[in-house]
C-alpha cells in the first residue's frame, strides 16, 4: 500500500498475506503471497477447494485467528466511510504465552 494509504475507491486491501500455522511437525504455510483489492459497493467471494485457505485468509483479515496462527507477511488496509484509513502489518512481537508460531501481535497506523 503506497505510502500507508488505502486507495480512495477501495475499502479494503491486502497485499503479500502470508499466514501459517503451527503444528507438532513445525510450521505449515496457510496461506501464500496474497493480495486483493474490495472497492465501494463491491462483493468479494473466495472460492477454492477445502484445505485451500479461504477461512484463513478472512480470519487474517479480520484479526481473529486462532493462537496456532501466525501472520509472517502481508499488510491489509481498510478505508473508513469518515476516508480515514488504517494500515495494519504483522509486527515480530509474539503475545506472551503464545507457543512458537502463535500469532503475531498486529501494528496499526491510522494517518
Not at 69 to 91: C, D, N, Q, V
Not at 94 to 109: M, N, T
Request: hydrophobic share 30%; proline share 3%.
Amino acid at each position: 500500500m503506497d505510502g500507508q494509504k488505502v486507495g480512495e475507491d477501495k475499502v479494503l486491501s491486502v497485499r503479500d498475506l502470508e499466514v501459517g500455522y503451527a503444528t507438532d511437525r513445525g510450521r505449515v504455510r496457510a496461506v501464500r503471497g496474497v493480495s486483493f483489492d474490495l472497492g465501494d459497493d463491491e462483493s468479494l467471494a473466495f472460492i477454492g477447494e477445502s484445505g485451500s485457505g479461504k477461512t484463513t485468509i478472512g480470519l487474517a483479515v479480520v484479526r481473529l485467528l486462532p493462537q496456532t496462527a501466525s501472520i509472517g507477511r502481508g499488510e491489509i488496509g481498510f478505508r473508513t466511510a469518515s476516508g480515514k484509513t488504517w494500515i495494519s502489518r504483522p509486527s515480530t512481537t509474539r503475545r506472551s504465552g503464545a507457543s512458537a508460531g502463535g500469532s503475531a501481535r498486529w501494528s496499526s497506523s491510522r494517518p
